[in-house]
């Protein structure tokens, strides 16, 4: 089973908080830095947001203030992130260079105040912003107390003015060469919007009166995205370039990105950073541990790697429609949530409620007159439990048998061309991550080119871009003796967005042995019958159509529209010592857990460990040793059944049945009796008690 490094080498997990000393007086601080400390904080993150404090004026440097907060910080024993101040520019700057802000697709341009609202595109801002990071790198860098540095703060936005546009038409001139190549691959002599001047390509800017599937080209579309990512790209590493000549080797550069969020390429972002970063709101409502956990993995994925969480909710937030507050014991149970995924740090925003502002009534660990807040003391228990499970937990990583393949490209394509307007490629990638997250079962996110060797499993929900690469790259993981699930709406798309000239799966069809007759956006669910059970399809259903004579239908469509009456559902093959699976429909929850059940069979992978619901489990692994957390995230006490174990956090033995309070943890050390590890490919027991 793959296990992925620790984020950065540390002798105790980090436990931070966002502080914003320029808020408040400096005889201030050092009550915040005890009532801190007491918590068992042992982190800080600054700067992010002050660009108007550090440079006032353009080309005037007051950064005192931070260095006597960073000096009083390590006094109480605090180690210092710096956040690049970027995502907030000052007054003075925008007044001057107004093209520094973001224009939308209205034509409008963001007004001085909010955050977030550059231009990315505009040079004359990537040029302050680069040199503001770098006052702080020469500033800062020396400095043994920093250990890291955040680039900006979640980017999020495009710009749709003239001087991203012409970007954009240089980063496909770089992309194509010509302009006979670009038409070529973008299919252009459909609707006669083939170009003889590459000033003539627009932005993907979509009328309120025009459908978006009707106004551009999907092939411009997809390259739009990767031009934003570029250009995120390159802002990131000129902010980074500038501050490296300064920082201390050990120090570490980060970015927090938002989960699921998909402006932009994470992978690509990931890239030159050394750790990624996440922020984990809950928001409106309570943890669904199956989503976020899966938001986690994804991040870990990024550079398959632990790594950071750089804010998450103290208390509640103020951005949702019902901001309601975690209940008690949810923060705690939150935390560990998050550390059972690969988180090394976890760090709260923020510290203290500023009194003005946009974010007043967003939850914080001090009220505004800077007295703890209730969650305070759940907050400090937490720390000190932190410290008590470093030793245990410092050098171990998420260890996983099964693999989820996820590609931004293809998420891109699918909800350009949804045809339903329900299939939300997140929605169907959890369908088949939730079953084996129920199960206790290890998962990692990762792109398709990442290395597979290692994993029993591997699930393409869908593949929908099969580029040559990744064709060579799955046959390898199969000539392996690896096990390969391809759900629907894969093998579709090639590089350009363009359909291949092959039916569905593409080329992988020689291995599954089955191609795609058909499919159907479904206006009504379809009936699946099989031995691995019955139920239905909703969304979307394709028509298997069996090409090899040892193929294996496992499940078939009951009376429906006609079309997939009796037809193939489901099928497996045996290739070599490898196996295929073909998913050709949206299944209900019931179906793909027996159709996942059958998988993980099949792949030799079992778990001693069969939590009950809302109880989640996740094994970290290392030189440390073995260690195995135990959540449970309902209202309600829940019991699991146990081998007999060391529970580090309550420092005593447990076994057989035990019970779990109420958002209640458990840290169990040393290698469990698990993984009673059937051969591959063993015969699932199927439903009814057939083989």
Known sequence: MPTLPPSTPSDVLRYGVAWYPEHWPEDRWPEDLRLMREAGINTVRICDFAWSTL???DGVFELDLFERAIEQAAEFGM?????????SPPAWLTAAHPDTLAVNQDGVRSPHGGRCHYNVGSATYRQFASRIAGKLGERFGPYPQVIGWQIDNEYNRASYDAETRLRFQDFLRGRYGTLDELNRRWWTRYWSQSYSDWGQIPLPIFPSTEHPWMVHNPALRLDFQRFITQLYATYQHEQIAAIRPHARLEQVFTHNFMGFFDLFDHYALSDELDVAGFDNYIGDGHLDFIRNGAEHDLTRGLKRRNYWVLETQAGATNHMTTNNALNMGEIRSLVYHQIGHGADLI?????????GGQEQYWGTVLHPDGTPRPHYAEIAQIGAELSQL????IGTTPVSAVALLHRYEDRWALNFHR???????IGHLLSYYRPLREAGIGTDIVHPL??????????APHLHGLTPEIYEHLSSYLRGGGHLIIGPRSGVKDDDNALLPSKQPGKLAEWAGVEVEQYFSLHQPAAIVGMLGSGQASIWAERLGVRADDVEVLARYGPSNGWLDGQAAVTTRAVGAGRVTVVGAWLDAELMQSVMAAALQRSGVQTALTPPPGVEVCRRSGAAGEVTVIINHSATPQTIQLPAAHDALGGQQVSGDT????YGVLVLTGQLERDLTLRPDAEP????GGQ
Do not use: C, M, N
Not at 685 to 688: E, H, P
């Open 347 to 355: 760090s709260y925003w923020q510290w203290r409620s500023a009194l």
């Open 79 to 87: 180690k210092v992130i710096i956040a690049t101040p970027t995502a």
């Open 659 to 662: 019970r779990l309070e109420p």
């Open 685 to 688: 027991v199927l439903a009814g």
């Open 55 to 57: 440079e006032p004026a």
């Open 390 to 393: 470093s030793p245990h937990l």
């Open 450 to 459: 990442a290395p597979l060797e290692g994993y029993r499993l591997v699930v």
């Open 419 to 425: 045809q339903h307007e329900d299939f939300d490629p």
